[in-house]
């Protein structure tokens, strides 16, 4: 009832905006398909991407595009990185290049195209490519046609009221950094422009030595909160309003 009466005030106070005239809880962007096919599943997914990254407050689900690294402190070889203040977008706009769901073997296929930018303020403490460092400026990361693919294991779970719903049970991924990944940093070696004008050359001409050493926990990081928001939303939304495929036996 709670989730319900929520739902029911911001609907009001936001003026219509996710509201559908069925009573459902699935926003009217939730295109369900009637079979498990690919081609259904990608056009639904790929509908449901633009605003789905926008967050529904309503639903207690957070945006993804722009998504908000408070601060993330990334330990390096050598070097300890924080990241703070950041902003990462472009999610909104990934294309969905394929989706397979396998409701009896509780497995869920996503892979997914995707332009990304994370902005943000950064400290760089310790020693990169055998210099001193002690950076602190602003950052910038673009990267061109990332391929994600999400392996997901489902489960299904009843809520109160007794209604079936999607879960997750764990996951597992690969990233790959795509076409170029491109580095703007601003000021790597305090005092020192030409140094850090050299480095930050050096970081784009071997971005993809770079990115698979440095990306990595950033990328895990990226792909928790993901994974969360999936959650909070397969907990605020049964089954029978995002797939009209009859749940398996569980
Ligand atoms: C599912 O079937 C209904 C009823 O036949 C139809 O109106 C709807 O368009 C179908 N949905 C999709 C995504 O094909
Ligand atoms: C990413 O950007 C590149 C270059 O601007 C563009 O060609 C490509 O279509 C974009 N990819 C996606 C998935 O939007
Ligand atoms: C993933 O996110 C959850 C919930 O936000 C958090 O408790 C957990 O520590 C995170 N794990 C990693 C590896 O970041």
Redesign the pocket.
């Known amino acids: 009832m709670d989730v319900l009466g929520g739902y029911v005030f911001t609907f009001l106070a936001v003026g219509l905006t996710f509201g559908n005239s069925a009573g459902l809880i699935a926003p009217d962007f939730i295109?369900?398909?009637?079979?498990t096919d690919s081609e259904?599943l990608i056009?639904?997914t790929q509908e449901a991407i633009p605003e789905f990254s926008k967050g529904l407050p309503n639903l207690g689900v957070p945006a993804l595009d722009p998504f908000v690294i408070d601060e993330l402190p990334i330990q390096l070889p050598g070097v300890k990185v924080t990241f703070l203040d950041g902003k990462v977008t472009g999610l909104r706009k990934c294309q969905v290049l394929n989706v397979e769901a396998y409701l009896e073997k509780n497995i869920f296929i996503l892979e997914i195209r995707c332009n990304i930018t994370i902005k943000g303020k950064y400290t760089a403490v310790g020693r990169l490519l055998l210099f001193p460092i002690n950076g602190e400026g602003d950052s910038k990361i673009k990267i061109v046609n990332s391929v994600i693919k999400l392996n997901i294991k489902t489960k299904y779970f009843k809520d109160e009221e007794g209604r079936d719903h999607f879960g997750i049970k764990n996951y597992k991924y690969s990233f790959d950094y795509g076409d170029r990944v491109h580095y703007t940093i601003n000021n790597l070696f305090k005092g020192n422009p030409e140094l850090s004008e050299t480095v930050l050359q050096f970081l784009n001409e071997n971005w993809r030595v770079v990115t698979e050493e440095f990306g990595q926990p950033v990328v895990d990081y990226a792909m928790n909160v993901t994974i969360d928001t999936a959650r909070k939303f397969f907990s605020a939304v049964p089954y029978d309003e995002l797939l009209?495929v009859p749940i398996p036996k569980y």
Not at 31 to 35: E, K, V
């Open positions: 295109h369900p398909c009637n079979t259904c056009k639904a009209y």
